[in-house]
């Protein structure tokens, strides 16, 4: 596709998506009312008040708007064309942020300027964006032509997340990941997102799930084993369309299943592990002996697929002992409930959910929340002022919070949809992307059913660089949505 200008090009602000821009500021409004009442104490402070939250926030917010309404009036081609120097100047920023930021309770995230704090992984977010877009609207780019182009695409997100990690701040980093969706809707497998829901299932089973159960096996371990067998037999059916081997591989693995019952009947001692791990290589070398017999290549999915997850299973123990941090170890003992820690880790959480629940259906009152106005639930006014929301405002003002963000979802896929360029589809897919994760994750670990990883809300969070980082993203969308009229197919 190539990109030209029509002779009349439209007002920006007349081919605009006001319907976005009205949502935006709706949420941002609701999100300087809602900080007030996080940081409200009694001491009848206006929301004016620069040297309170709210005051801060409402400068954050005016900054936001000339940002967004400068980045309107910008060429929409000079995004496109400044891509990657963008995102090369925000990796070198991150760099050295590594080196130059303040350790800020244990993260070396925040480059400090005077009273001014900024985190540059904020607007890596778009940078990152752009730079995938520009990737995919490379001439005759396509995502499954050679593996080279998986490779490529990954090191784009990859680079960032490294960067972030070593700043020791998991949360950000993790937000990263969520582009991985962009690539599935350019053509990525589904086995990729199956791939991403098995690890986290089996991650949660090895873990919750560590007790003894039979034959040196533990409970998780035998779960996991059993739906790796489970899985490798419908891959052999429904991918490899093999039904004679399929067959006869499930009939092997309940013939190993009845041997192992009528030894234990017999109290003869049998090596679970041992006995499970040989009847699955045993299926694996029939299966590879057919694979070269009929030359069905497919078959190696369904081999790669049984060594790759036991090989996932047997790492979990020493990724999650050695690799994870005491903190984050102990945050997700708690979210599994194998610990309960509320006066530690999990009181954050615990209180949080305190409040959600006090608010009832239609909640208590416009500041007459007690557990907020008490100072219960720490960094209320940041990464847990959802639970302010659903204090005050009760079930009916969460929900009104939720659909509208869903609202604004819906209509950011809308928008990205009826995009003719690649550059502005896989842009705005980026955004959405980061919107939903952000929102999904930042909802689930206030009512306890995600893991504290302290990423912002997006809108409602206090802070200028989560707010500028999201406006930024937002409106050069928008920039890019609203220049959709100037380009020919």
């Known amino acids: 596709m190539e990109l030209r200008s029509t002779d009349k090009s439209p007002s920006v602000f007349r081919s605009l998506d006001w319907v976005t821009v009205i949502l935006y500021i709706l949420l941002v409004a609701a999100g300087a009312v809602s900080i007030y009442a996080a940081s409200y104490d009694f001491d009848q402070a ?62 070396h995230s925040w480059l400090v300027f005077g009273p001014v704090s900024l985190q540059p992984a904020e607007f890596g977010k778009f940078a990152t964006s752009l730079a995938l877009a520009k990737l995919f609207d490379s001439y005759n780019f396509n995502l499954n032509a050679k593996p080279s182009n998986y490779f490529r695409a990954l090191i784009i997100i990859l680079v960032p997340i490294c960067i972030i990690l070593c700043q020791k701040e998991t949360g950000s ?17 589904g086995f990729v997102l199956s791939a991403i829901f098995l690890s986290v299932l089996f991650f949660v089973l090895a873990v919750k799930y560590m007790d003894p159960l039979i034959m040196g096996l533990s409970t998780g371990e035998f779960m996991v084993l059993t739906i790796i067998c489970i899985i490798y037999c419908l891959l052999l059916i429904f991918y490899c369309k093999d039904f004679i081997i399929a067959r006869n591989v499930t009939v092997g693995f309940i013939a190993a299943g009845t041997i192992v019952t009528i030894l234990l009947l017999c109290n003869v001692p049998v090596n679970g592990r041992l006995f499970f791990l040989l009847t699955i290589a045993a299926a694996l070398i029939y299966t590879a002996l057919a694979m070269l017999r009929h030359r069905i290549s497919k078959f190696v999915v369904a ?29 997700i003992l708690v979210l599994l409930g194998i610990e309960d820690d509320i006066r530690g880790v999990g009181y954050n959480v615990n209180q949080s959910k305190i409040a959600i629940g006090s608010g009832g259906m239609s909640g208590k009152g416009f500041l007459n929340g007690t557990q907020t106005k008490l100072k219960y639930v720490p960094e209320q ?52 992307s980061l919107l939903i994760f952000h929102v999904c994750i930042n909802v689930g670990m206030v009512i306890g059913l995600c893991p504290v990883i302290g990423i912002p809300l997006p809108f409602f969070s206090y802070g200028g660089s989560s707010l500028w980082g999201f406006t930024i993203l937002l409106f050069i969308m928008l920039r890019l949505d609203a220049a959709r009229k100037e380009i020919r197919d």
């Open 303 to 331: 081999i790669g697929f049984v060594v790759v997850s036991i090989g996932f299973l047997y790492s979990v123990n020493y990724v999650f002992d050695k690799v994870l941090q005491p903190h984050q170890q102990t945050r």
């Open 46 to 107: 206006s929301i004016f008040d620069f040297a309170e939250f709210s005051g801060k926030q409402l400068r954050w917010i005016g900054l936001s708007f000339i940002i967004g309404f400068i980045i309107l009036l910008m060429d929409y081609r000079m995004y496109e064309a400044y891509a990657y120097p963008i995102y090369g100047v925000v990796i070198l920023v991150l760099i050295a942020t590594v080196f130059l930021s303040p350790n800020i309770h244990g993260s």
């Open 381 to 432: 006014h940041t990464d847990f002022i959802f639970c302010t929301i659903g204090e005050e405002e009760g079930f009916i003002g969460s929900a009104a919070v939720l659909v509208t963000f869903l609202i604004l979802i819906l209509r950011l896929i809308h928008i990205a949809e009826r995009q003719k360029s690649t550059f502005s589809r896989v842009y705005s897919y980026c955004v959405v």
């Open 173 to 189: 980093a993790l937000v990263y990941l969520s582009l991985v969706f962009v690539l599935y809707r350019e053509g990525m497998s």
